[in-house]
């Protein structure tokens, strides 16, 4: 039993397209994390959220907590924005995260 | 450069070998956090620190030891190394262990065991 699960598990997406990948999960939550990690690279944060939208240049979070759902959006995508993207939870309870499997976008120019 | 610093890069060991990643932040986070990561199964937590002089287990955390060693350094140690723990491992710290809030990763280690 996964307590987060990811969409798509995979995309491609030409240059400039709107993108959005989608995060659910199952257990109550303090916050939710989007991480960003380049092919062989390391892995970097982008947001964490416990309610409502942020926004960082074309990037766009989102969650949903009564419907335990987040979305990250990417505007005017790039080939630079190739890369997995992770979501992970921190559980009201313990001090541990649960991680999504990723997406892994390809943005083709 | 604030951040996680992890070493070494790239290690090969053959099986039975020990070794010891370390991993140290200088953000004076309060939380320490080792993972592995392998081809399809995410990110899985090996062990934590929640604070200085604590430690736990995580999902993974057999074949391996860990030390906080005060508040900026936390290392893995694996004792006795096997062909299964060949993965890639990534250290992390977060400056609140409920919410993650600063959560910032290593590069990693790349690790193979022959």
């Known amino acids: 039993k996964n307590e987060v699960e990811q969409s798509p598990q995979n995309l491609t997406a030409q240059e400039g397209e709107f993108i959005t990948i989608n995060c659910s999960y199952s257990v109550g939550i303090s916050a939710l994390h989007w991480l960003q990690q380049h092919p062989g690279g390391g892995i970097v944060s982008l947001f964490m959220l416990s309610s409502g939208k942020k926004k960082h240049g074309r990037l766009i979070a989102t969650i949903n907590i009564q419907e335990k759902h987040s979305s990250l959006h990417i505007t005017a995508s790039h080939p630079r924005d190739s890369a997995v993207y992770i979501c992970a939870v921190s559980p009201f309870t313990g001090n541990q995260f649960y991680f999504g499997t990723g997406t892994s976008l390809t943005v083709i120019p | 450069n604030a951040g996680v610093t992890q070493t070494p890069k790239f290690q090969v060991l053959k099986t039975g070998q020990s070794m010891t990643l370390q991993c140290a932040q200088d953000m004076n986070h309060n939380s320490m956090y080792w993972y592995r990561q392998d081809p399809g199964m995410g990110l899985r937590l090996i062990y934590y620190s929640a604070s200085e002089g604590t430690t736990d287990k995580g999902e993974v955390p057999n074949g391996y030891n860990v030390s906080r060693l005060n508040k900026r350094e936390f290392s893995l140690r694996l004792e006795s190394a096997a062909p299964s723990q060949t993965s890639v491992y990534f250290c992390?710290?977060?400056?609140?262990?409920?919410?993650?809030?600063?959560?910032?990763f290593g590069s990693g280690t790349r690790l193979t065991v022959v």
């Open positions: 992390a710290s977060s400056s609140d262990p409920g919410t993650g809030y600063g959560y910032t």
